[in-house]
Every structure is written in C-alpha cells, then in structure tokens.
C-alpha cells in the first residue's frame, strides 16, 4: 500500500479532452462506439445501462462503474437502447516526479508501458461524489475561461483521490469481513462437538445469521451450518480410519447425539455409510 501512496504523491496529470456521452450521441452512433487507446483514459458511468468489451473481456455497465485504460487496449461501449448510458470520460497523460532533496526533481513520464495503478474496471459503491468531480470538470473544460486547465487538472487529482479513498475503505472492509469469517471457522474448529447451529455461530461475531450466511458462501462457498458438517464429517472419517470406536462414540464425539442420524448425515455427504466407508 505504501508504494501505491508513493505513486499518487508523485503523480501530475495533464487532461487533454473531457466527454461527456448521453442519448444523443448513442443515438448518432447506434448504440455502439470503440477506440483503440493512444492516451490513457478514465471512464465514470452515471446512468443508464449497457456493456463494455475491453479487448477480449465483456463486462456489464451500470451507474457507478469505472472504466480505465492505458494506452494499446481496445474498448468498446456497447449502450442499451431502452436505458442509453451516461457517461463522462477524461483523456489524459500523466508523469511522476520525485523529489531528491528539495531542490533535485527527479521526471519519468507515463509512456507506452505504464499505467495507473487501478483495475480496468470497478464498481464505487459511493459514486455520488465521484459525479460531481466529473460535472464540475466537465463545465469547467467547456467554458475555456481563464485557468480552466489549472482547475480542470487540479480537479483531476481530486477524483484520482476519491477513487483511491473508495479502493483503501473497500479492501478494509474486504479483510474485516474475512476476519470475521476466519474467527468463526476457528470456532467451529473448537465447539463442532458441542450443539451449535447458525445463531450460536451469528452471535459469536455478533451478525445476524443471514448476514454471517451471506459472508460464509462468499469466502467458502459453504453456509455456516453446511461448514460445520463439513469438518465433522472429515473428523468422523479420521476417526473411521484411525480408531477401533462405534459408530456410536464417534457420533457422539463429532456432535451428534443419535447414532442413526450421524449414519443419515454421514452417508449424504460421503455417499457411504459409516460401517462401509470404514471397510473401504
């Protein structure tokens, strides 16, 4: 992260053109438009609805979605005709400069070959702000008044750092949530003898089960309470292996209290029942 926070410090940007793309244009342009990239570009969509094929890949547009490409990439926008998109593009180039002391800059420019350091696209979950960085850019370009491009740049780098901002609260919520996902799976990997079910396992985070529910199938693919049959049938296949116990303790030691319901459960998940996977 501290390289990337080196990055935005050096940057300075200079805009070459601001677009802004509606119902009238889509309509001169049959709802379609490409370029091959020779600038780098940054795409905010603020309405409507369509898709975007970045060279090979195709993802879907909708409000909230950033579009950014370096130079030597394909991008077409692909907008639907019931619901034509909105959207506001900035061409630019940029370069970086370090200072070595205080008086012993150090120039690179951002040629063919470098870029920003941002995915091709993302979804802002706040765009609010974003759009009206862009709206102000936007008006500011086309009355050309005196200092337009000074603010115009300036305003620039204000939107670079609310895309930023956006990236640093989204990644943090990305790991407080896997944490947490991370917490309960310890959890179960202590309590799965006892009787759990997902309230117990909610109320250890201090989530609503379906949120924690939510969360789990994200990271696992599993529910929670899936999850938790998991390790205790891989604990009851261990011991079916390793141990010369019944069927009965070995139920009881991975959390079930009738032996006829673990064979029920172990054979869904397994495809045997507990006797003939130990003959196995």
Known sequence: MQHQYDFW???????????????????????????YCKIHKLSIVCGGSGRLVYNSEETALLPGMVVYSSPGNDI????????????????FHYALVRWEGWNRPSLQAGNDGHKLPLQPFSKLRHADAATVILRHMHAS??????????????????LLSELLSQQIRSKGDEEAALALVNKVIAYINERYPEKLDRKAMADYVSLSHSYLSLLFKKYTGWSPVQYLIKIRMDKAKELLRDSRKSIGEIAGEVGYADPLYFSRVFAQHTGFAPKAYRKG
């Open 9 to 35: 410090n050096q940057l300075h940007p200079q805009v070459w053109l601001i677009t802004k793309r509606e119902t009238p244009f889509w309509e001169e342009m049959n709802y379609a438009f490409g370029e």
């Open 76 to 91: 077409h926008f692909l907008s639907s005709r019931q619901d034509p998109l909105h959207f506001y593009s900035v061409m």
């Open 141 to 158: 370009w086309n009355s050309k008044k005196v200092g337009y491009e000074w603010k115009v740049n300036l305003a620039f780098k204000n």
